[in-house]
């Protein structure tokens, strides 16, 4: 099911190289539909949204927007412990998300000179949710509450319903606990293209957040450059760091966290203990017997997991770098000792205490992370992805007389005889 295999720098280049394909090459097929699918939509508006959604998911809406006492009714039928656990997740995330608020700022100096920054929230945000049974309400809160919490004047949430033309109700209960302005049942591209270009109930977003199937990751991609989006998210992965101090139990389960999400999806362990190695493979085998989504988790670990046994801590963190995970999990006698040295991953939890799931749901930094090694470049969703910022600058002229020959000669050097112009008429 899972293969040992040890740390040489040929199997790890091999092994890292095989994680990075999976994702695989853009399908043509794929991304000429979804071509259509954004050209009739921005053509047709409403019409083509609901023509599409009967033709892909069965249901032919009388109209796309979804009122509020609709999803309070909804809301009101989820169980009662979920809701409030929802509540107390909705309250971890808005708190660790506000503390990552930048505030704008005015920068006077003695000499008349004043620079700042302006920053502010988005004017309207879209926030595509999966129906069916790739319907998350964790992921809602996810996406919602940092678009709150940075000021966005107004969010609209997109998710598909099922044949029935009813949606997920703990989707919707999720969207109220996190302050949703409005909701519109439709999926898929056509969905995506409506936030986009706005139609004639839909209004026109500034970014498009929230994961989705192919079709939807690839129209976010297409009409990148009319909005912003968040990022093009490949398959899950988790990788673990453990010492001879780990807990084998512990371990296989977290491995198998991820896995369960899709076939795609990668578990890496990476230790410096045979026997933790060996421990953890059979407690795999026998958690397994358990678990409803058994398939795909052996799927899963076959194609894309692995336990590797290095020489050293030091080499399994350089591992961890070169690799930039998802998810990274600390599971030594001292975490904190690696917390520093390790630069390339989107959410690293620490200790035995700390598994993946408490990120998922509840601790309150977000879940949505780079993947597929872009962790060395990319950071999770943030406030900072719903705000926008200005510069702004006011010099008198005392100050920019003098600075003007230095400005100048900047300009005429590009051989931008205009810019250093609009400074010399003003010397005069």
Do not use: W
């Given at each position: 099911m899972i293969k040992i295999v040890s740390a040489t720098p040929e199997e790890r280049r091999a092994f890292i190289a095989q994680l990075k394909a999976r994702a695989g090459t853009p399908d043509p097929k794929v991304e000429a539909r979804v071509r259509v699918i954004i050209q009739k939509v921005e053509a047709g508006g409403d019409q083509a949204v609901i023509d599409f959604s009967r033709q892909f998911d069965g249901w032919s809406p009388e109209r796309l927007e979804m009122g509020r006492?609709?999803?309070?009714?909804?809301?009101?039928?989820?169980?009662?412990?979920?809701?409030?656990?929802?509540?107390?997740?909705?309250?971890?995330?808005?708190?660790?998300?506000?503390?990552?608020?930048?505030?704008?700022?005015?920068?006077?100096?003695?000499?008349?000179v004043i620079t700042g920054q302006r920053v502010r929230g988005l004017h309207r945000a879209g926030v595509y949710v999966p129906g069916g049974t790739a319907?998350?309400?964790?992921?809602?809160?996810?996406?919602?509450?940092?678009?709150?919490?940075?000021?966005?004047?107004?969010?609209?949430?997109?998710?598909?319903?099922?044949?029935?033309?009813?949606?997920?109700?703990?989707?919707?209960?999720?969207a109220l606990a996190a302050g949703v302005d409005r909701v519109f049942l439709m999926g898929g591209a056509q969905a995506v293209a409506a936030l986009a270009f706005g139609t004639e109930s839909v209004p026109k977003v500034d970014k498009?957040?929230?994961?989705?199937?192919?079709?939807?990751?690839?129209?976010?991609?297409?009409?990148?450059?009319?909005?912003?989006?968040?990022?093009?998210?490949?398959?899950?992965?988790?990788?673990?760091?453990?010492?001879?101090?780990?807990?084998?139990?512990?371990?296989?389960?977290?491995?198998?966290?991820?896995?369960?999400?899709?076939?795609m999806a990668s578990a890496v362990l990476i230790t410096d203990?045979?026997?933790?190695?060996?421990?953890?493979?059979?407690?795999?085998?026998?958690?397994?017997?358990?678990?409803?989504?058994?398939?795909i988790i052996e799927k899963a670990l076959e194609d894309f997991g692995a336990v590797i046994v290095c020489a050293g801590m030091d080499e399994a963190v350089g591992f961890a770098n070169q690799l930039a995970p998802e998810h990274l999990e600390v599971c030594c006698r001292n975490p904190f000792d690696y917390l520093g040295r390790l630069d390339n991953a989107g959410s690293v939890f620490l200790g035995d205490y700390s598994p993946e799931p408490l990120?998922?749901?509840?601790?309150?930094?977000?879940?949505?992370?780079?993947?597929?090694?872009?962790?060395?470049?990319?950071?999770?969703?943030?406030?900072?992805?719903?705000?926008?910022?200005?510069?702004?600058?006011?010099?008198?002229?005392?100050?920019?007389?003098?600075?003007?020959?230095?400005?100048?000669?900047?300009?005429?050097?590009?051989?931008?005889?205009?810019?250093?112009?609009?400074?010399?008429?003003?010397?005069?």
């Open positions: 006492e609709e999803m309070e009714a909804l809301a009101a039928g989820c169980n009662v412990d979920f809701l409030a656990a929802l509540d107390r997740a909705a309250k971890n995330i808005y708190d660790f998300h506000t503390r990552q608020k930048q505030q704008s700022r005015i920068d006077p100096a003695p000499s008349g319907g998350y309400p964790s992921s809602v809160l996810m996406n919602i509450i940092p678009a709150k919490v940075a000021g966005v004047g107004e969010i609209v949430m997109a998710t598909p319903p099922g044949r029935a033309g009813r949606p997920d109700p703990n989707i919707m209960a999720a498009i957040v929230g994961p989705g199937n192919i079709y939807v990751a690839t129209a976010k991609k297409q009409l990148y450059g009319v909005v912003d989006i968040d990022m093009i998210a490949g398959p899950s992965e988790i990788l673990i760091i453990a010492d001879s101090g780990a807990n084998p139990e512990f371990l296989a389960a977290d491995l198998m966290s991820q896995a369960e999400h899709d076939p203990n045979m026997e933790i190695a060996e421990n953890t493979v059979k407690a795999l085998y026998r958690q397994l017997e358990s678990l409803s989504r058994r398939e990120g998922d749901y509840y601790a309150g930094a977000n879940h949505v992370l780079p993947t597929g090694g872009t962790a060395r470049f990319f950071s999770p969703l943030s406030v900072d992805d719903f705000v926008k910022k200005s510069s702004f600058i006011y010099y008198p002229q005392s100050k920019l007389l003098e600075a003007a020959q230095d400005i100048i000669l900047l300009a005429e050097t590009e051989e931008l005889t205009a810019h250093a112009n609009s400074i010399r008429v003003r010397q005069n």
